[in-house]
C-alpha cells in the first residue's frame, strides 16, 4: 500500500492511500467529535461535527467522508471550526427535547460529552419543543423519539451488518424520524431480529434496554469491530460440519 | 431509419405544410392550458370544420409561445405573411379570428399582440426556436425544422471527442445554476474509465415560479432526446434517464410519447440511424422533493433509493449510478446541444460575453407588465429585460428589486439594474444565475418577508440529512418570523448572520449551503428594512401586521398587563 | 468575557453605592425549580463559613429577605421562568446585580421545569386541576393569589441577559464552589470539561 504524507495542524504526518481523514487525524491522537459516524459503519458526513478545513481553499470538508490525499493540508481546530462545532451541538439540544438530567444515557451520552468538551454551556436558539412519540412496544428495547439526533447509526448497522434493515427513516427535514419497518410499531416488526446493535450504537438516550431508568443504561461500541472482525477472518465458518466459531 | 429517411421525412412534411394556406398554432403548454388553451382550440377547430376549410387550414396545438401572462395565445399564420400574434383568446374571440382573419383577411385588431414589441424583439431564441412553432406531439414537425441531423451529423462525421470538443469550444456552461462548464464535464465522463456509464438529464425543476425545463420539455421533446443522444455518444453511455418532476404531468406524457416515437423509427433504441451506437432513454418521474434537483440526491432517486444527497467528491462524473461514471446535466443544457452540433461552436459563441456565452432562458414573473418566459442573450441588462420585455412595473408602483436564482438566490437592487446578467456579474452582486428564475418585486414588498418566505421554503424542503440544513433553517426562520412580527430583539440580527454564515460553510449539499441567500443579499441591499421592523417595530412596506412584542418587552409590561386583563396573552414564547 | 471586575467598572449603578461593608453582596434567588441546587449549595458545608467571611447574603429562599435589593454584586439564580411572578423577579435581579449567573439546569436549559412545553397550558391546567379531585382555584387566569403561568417556560437567558452559566442537575457543591469562587475572584467562569456537563 502506497504511503501519503500531509500537513495536520501544521505537522507532516503519513498515512495509506485511500485511508479516510478522520482515522488519519485520530491516529494522531487529535480527538474530533463524530455523531453520526462511527468506526465500523459506513461514513455518511451528516452530523458536520467532524468537518476540517482546507488550508489551500478554506473550504470544510467532513473528515468522515473525505479521503487523506497526498500534499492535502488542513486545520482540525481553527477559531472558525471551533465556533462552529458548538453552533451544530447547539442546534442539535434545540431541535428535539434533550432533558438530560431525566435521560437513562445521563453522564454517557455522546451529545452531552461533546457539549460538555467543547463547552457549550446554553444553547441561544428557541427550543423547538416537538411533540414527538415513544414506543416501547419491542419486548427488550425502547425508541425515545425526543433523544434521537437523526444520526441513522442504527439505520447503517441494521441494514450493513445485521443484514435486516429493519430501521429506515420517513420524512423530511425537521419532520424526519427513523421507524421500523413501514413505520409499524416496533413489537410487530416481522423484520427485526431483536439483536438489539441498533441500542448499543446509539450515541443517545434515544435507543434503550428496557427496564433501565435514568443513567443507567451502558453501551457497548466494541461488539462492532469484533463481528467486522471475525467476519473477515471467516471465524464463523463451519468447518467439518461443525462451528469453530470464536466463542 | 437512415439519415436519408430522416431527409425524405422532413421534405415530405415540408411539402405538406406549404400545401396549406393557414396554420393556427394554438398554445398547449401549461400556463396557457391552466387559462382555457384546451376550448379555444376546439373552438378554433370547430370554426375551420363549420366553415368548411379542412383543406386548406390546420389547427396545431404548440409549446410555449412566451407571454404567459397574455395567454390562451394563438398564432396565426396565413401563406405570404408575417406570423399574427393573438392574446387572451376565448373562444367567441377565436371563431372571430377564423371568420374575420382567415376568411376575410382582416385581423381581429383588439386582440393582437403586435410582433415587434420589445417582448418578442429583445429575445434571441436558441433553445426555445422550435417552442410555440412546431407540435411536440409530431416527430415530423421536429423533423421539418432539422430535427436529429445534428445527431445523424455527429454520428457520421465527428468521434465522441471532436464532439466534447466542439461543446468545449462554444463555451456552454451548465443552465442549471452554477455554470460548470459544459465540454469539460463531457470530457472528464468520456475519459472516466469503466464500462458502463450513463446520462441524466436533470428536469426536477423545483424553484418557485420557474418553468424554463418545463416549458422545454412541453414545447420541444425531441430536442431535449437528440441532446441526450448526443451527449451518450461524446461520453459513451448507452443509457440516458430523464429524471422528469412529479409535478409536470404534461412534460412526462409528451416525452414519453417522443421517446416511443424516436425508439419507433429507430432515432433512439439500438442502432440509432442505422449507426453502431445504441442509445436507451428511461423517465423517472420525482416524487415531490426539491433536493432531488441536487446531483447526488437526484442519483439516489434514481436508484430507488431515499432522495438524500451524498458528499463528494466523489462526482458524479467519476463515480454516479450505481458507481459508474455520469454525466448529468440540466434539461436547458441538453436543449442547447443541437444548435451548436447543427450552426458550430463559432457561432453559439458569438451570443453572450466573454464568459458567458450563448443564451438564457428566464420564467419571467412578478410586478412586471408581461409575465412570462424569455430567452435572451447572456449579458443583457435587467433594466431591459424588466422595462422592455417586460414592459416595466405597473404604473403607480416602483422596481425595489430583482430576485434571481429562487431560494437560492439572491435580490439586485435599483442601483443594480445595469448589470449584465452572466455568470459572474450575478454572483458578485450575491445573487446567481440559478436555473432562471426572476421575480420582479414593487415597492409594495417587504424585503426580510421575502427573505422568510424563502426560509420557509428551505425548511421544508430539506432533507434532514445533515444538521446546520435541517435545524438551521429551521432558526433562521424562527428569527425571520420574529423579526416579521416584531417580537424580534436586538441581539437577533447577529444571531440570524452567523447562522447565515455557518449554515452555508457547513451544510452537506447545495440546498443548505444555498440556503441563507435570500437573507444575506437582502441584508446586504435593504438592511435599514431589517433594522426597521426590529428597533422601531415598523414595516416601511406596510406588510408585516407587527402583531407581537419582544420578550424583553413583555417582561416589563406582562405583569402589569395580566393585572389589568386578568388574563395572560397567549402570545408569549 | 464578564467578570465582576469589568462589570464593577463597566457599569454606574442608579443610585449611590452604600458604604458600609467592602463585603461582596452575594443573592441566590429560586424561579421555577426544584430547590435542589440551593440544596447542593448547603452542600458547599464548611466551605460557606468561608464564604460567609467574604460576602453579604442580601437575598435568598434561604435568608429572610422580602424584596430584592439594589446594588447586588452576583445573583444566582435557580429554575427556569415559568410564571409572571418570575418574570417580574427577574427583571429586577438584572437591574439591581451586576453579575447574574443562570444556576442549573433550569435556568440554564429549562430542563424539567420545562417538561411541560409540550402540552398547551390549558390542557395542563385542566388535566391537574380541573379534572383533578376537589375544589381547586381555576389556573392560568391571574386571581391575585396564585401567579400565573406563563405559556412556555424559559430559560433564564432568554428574559434576561445572563453573564455566566452553572450547569448541572443539580450542579454538584465542587462544581458550584469553582464557579462560585471565580467570580469573587473577578475572574470569568471557565468551568473544567468534567464540571460543565448537563444533567
Known sequence: ?247 | MKRSDLQAMARRELDRQQATRCRLLCCASTPCLSSGAATVQQALEQAVTDNKLDAEVVVVSTGCMGPCSRGPMVTVQLAGQEDTYYENVTPESARQIVAEHVMANQPVADKIMPSDLPFFAKQHKIVLANSGVIDPERLEDYVARDGYAALAHALREMTPEEVCAEISKSGLRGRGGAGYPTGLKWDLVRKAPGEKKYVIANGDEGDPGAYMDRTLMESDPHRLLEGMAIAGYAVGAEQGFLYVRGEYPIAAKRLEKAIRTAERRGLLGSRVLESSFSFRIDIRIGAGAFVCGEETALMASIMGRRGQPTPRPPYPAQSGLWECPTLINNVETFGNIVPIIAHGADWFASVGTAKSKGSKIFALAGKVNTTGLIEVPMGITLREVIDDIGGGVADGFSFKAAQTGGPSGGCIPAEHLDTPMDYESLRALGAIMGSGGLIVMDNASCMPDVAKFFMEFCTDESCGKCVPCRVGTVQMHRILERITNGSAAPADLQILQDLCTMVQETSLCGLGQSAPNPVLSTLRFYREEYEAHIQRHECPAGVCKMTEAPTLELVEALPRRIRELGTIPMSLA | MTTLATKRTGRKADKAEPAVSSKIRLATAWLGGCSGCHMSFLDLDEKLIDLAEVVDLVYSPIADVKEFPDHVDVTLVEGAVANVDHLELAEQIRQRSKLVVSFGDCAVTGNVTSLRNKFPLEDLLTKVYHEGPGAVPRGGEYDKIVPALIPRVLPLHQVIEVDAFIPGCPPDPERIWAAVSALLAGEPVVLPEKMRMFG
Not at chain 1, 412496544?137 to 441494514?159: E, P
Not at chain 1, 409499524?184 to 434503550?208: E, M, Y
Open chain 1, 1 to 247: 500500500m502506497a504511503v501519503i504524507t500531509m500537513t495536520i495542524n501544521d505537522e507532516l504526518v503519513s498515512g495509506v492511500e485511500g485511508q479516510s481523514l478522520l482515522s488519519l487525524i485520530r491516529e494522531q491522537g487529535i480527538e474530533l467529535p463524530t455523531l453520526c459516524h462511527l468506526e465500523g459503519l459506513e461514513a455518511r458526513g451528516g452530523c458536520r461535527l467532524c468537518l476540517v478545513e482546507m488550508q489551500s481553499t478554506q473550504r470544510l470538508l467532513p473528515a468522515c467522508t473525505t479521503t487523506a490525499q497526498e500534499g492535502m493540508s488542513i486545520q482540525t481546530h481553527s477559531e472558525r471550526l471551533v465556533r462552529y462545532r458548538r453552533m451544530i451541538l447547539e442546534l442539535l439540544f434545540a431541535e428535539r427535547n434533550h432533558v438530560c438530567a431525566v435521560c437513562v444515557m445521563n453522564g454517557r451520552c455522546e451529545l452531552q460529552d461533546e457539549a460538555a468538551k467543547i463547552g457549550m454551556d446554553h444553547v441561544r436558539y428557541d427550543y423547538l419543543v416537538p411533540e414527538l412519540p415513544m414506543d416501547a412496544t419491542h419486548d427488550k428495547f425502547a425508541i425515545d423519539h425526543n433523544r434521537c439526533i437523526l444520526c441513522t447509526r442504527c439505520v447503517s448497522v441494521c441494514d450493513s451488518v445485521e443484514g435486516a434493515h429493519t430501521w429506515d427513516v420517513m420524512g423530511r427535514g425537521v419532520n424526519s424520524r427513523v421507524i421500523t419497518d413501514l413505520n409499524q410499531p416496533w413489537g410487530s416488526s416481522r423484520s427485526c431480529t431483536s439483536c438489539g446493535k441498533c441500542v448499543q450504537v446509539c450515541p443517545t438516550g434515544a435507543l434503550a434496554n428496557k427496564g433501565s431508568t435514568v443513567a443507567e443504561m451502558v453501551k457497548r461500541h466494541d461488539f462492532l469491530q469484533w463481528i467486522l472482525d471475525g467476519r473477515e477472518k471467516k471465524q464463523w465458518v463451519m468447518h467439518n460440519g461443525g462451528s469453530e466459531g470464536r466463542r
